[in-house]
């Protein structure tokens, strides 16, 4: 079966900490992509990265960066020095046949 | 910039009303989704679409149909709608038909049964 747990349901920190998304996956697939996506209160889902489960490497963007780990089963999501309009639900997903699945999802709140 | 639009934000609607949630998407996309999201729950797939006119059952489609006569539209029909209806309904489209790449959502229709 495949699955994806966000063990954390809401994370609070400061403005300018660093925080860490955790994404737990389950998949029997050889070849997968998984993804994040980020919420804000506006509702509407934003894309923020898809990987290849044949690419290890760790990917950077701005203030963001992700580490995938295949032994694990872990892609992770960390925020550097994070800003109040980081504040959004985060979700994990795991690419399943043509749809995705996707974890329960972390509310991230960065206050000033 | 690609534009998943569902028709309404809000609806409020009676229990054992029939209602249609409809949405469109302007980028030629083959696959199309219907996901409902609760508070504690995440996502959930309800249906999904890969052509016109197929469907396929998600993880939670009961009490829902769904309709795509054509490739941009995708409707989410509720037969009879009761109150543990009341959710965030959320639509998708991406443009493979074989593998998932980036799928676009629209703004989300807030449904509210009594």
């Known amino acids: 079966a495949q699955k994806v747990t966000q063990a954390q349901t809401e994370i609070s920190v400061v403005e300018k900490e660093d925080v860490t998304l955790d994404c737990v996956y389950e998949?029997?697939?050889?070849?997968?992509?998984l993804f994040w996506y980020k919420q804000p209160p506006s509702g509407e889902l934003v894309f923020l990265i898809r990987?290849?489960?044949?690419?290890?490497q760790n990917e950077i963007s701005g203030r963001y960066s992700w580490n995938f780990q295949k032994s694990t089963s872990s892609f992770n999501f960390t925020i550097t020095a994070s800003q109040v309009v980081d504040s959004a639900v985060y979700f994990c997903a795991l690419e399943a046949g043509t749809a995705l699945i996707f974890g329960k999802g972390t509310t991230l709140s960065v206050s000033s | 910039d690609v534009k998943v639009t569902q028709s309404s934000r809000y609806l409020v609607k009676r229990t054992g009303e029939k209602v249609f949630l409809e949405c469109v998407q302007d980028?030629?996309?083959?696959?199309m989704f219907w996901y409902r999201q609760d508070p504690g729950l995440g996502l959930r797939l309800i249906y999904f679409?890969?052509?016109?006119?197929?469907?396929e059952k998600g993880d939670i489609p009961e009490g829902y149909s769904v309709s795509r006569e054509k490739k941009e539209r995708f409707s989410l029909i509720l037969e009879s709608a009761s109150t543990n209806q009341t959710s965030m309904y959320l639509c998708?489209?991406?443009?493979?038909?074989?593998?998932?790449?980036?799928?676009?959502f629209g703004q989300g229709t807030r449904l509210t049964v009594v």
């Open positions: 980028m030629d996309h083959e696959n």
């Open positions: 998708a489209s991406s443009s493979s038909r074989y593998r998932v790449t980036e799928a676009f």
């Open positions: 998949t029997r697939d050889t070849t997968y992509y």
């Open positions: 679409s890969y052509d016109v006119k197929m469907k």
């Open positions: 990987r290849n489960s044949f690419d290890e």
